[in-house]
């Protein structure tokens, strides 16, 4: 299985996508979107810009777990990973969306 995004449409009508690696971990999910076109848009943008340190904004949660956002340089937010107990499985997903997040496969559902 190779990496990718995993774009779905829920129940309500809106979509969201999130990029997997190679063996289906998801490493950042979307916020919604009300039109399957802005989310194949943010998808794009996402392929071009994931490569970028300044990029990922790292934060902490109220429950001391750590997580990033990938944002553009306008400081929009794209994605948002999940939660991971150390900032070192942070910094390894970090590394992970670089590498994977150019990837051009986009599996619809």
Not at 2 to 7: F, N, T
Not at 48 to 53: D, G, K, L, V
């Amino acid at each position: 299985m190779s990496s990718s995004y995993e774009l779905h449409k829920d129940n309500k009508g809106t979509f969201n996508f999130s990029l997997k690696t190679e063996d289906g971990e998801t490493i950042l999910v979307s916020k919604p979107y009300f039109s399957k076109g802005s989310a194949i848009n943010d998808i794009s943008e996402l392929q071009h810009i994931c490569n970028y340190e300044n990029n990922y904004q790292r934060n902490v949660s109220a429950g001391n777990e750590h997580y990033f956002e990938l944002q553009t340089p306008r400081r929009k937010i794209i994605g948002t990973s999940p939660m991971f107990s150390t900032a070192e499985s942070m910094e390894n997903a970090i590394g992970l969306a670089k590498s994977v997040g150019t990837t051009k496969v986009i599996n619809s559902h």
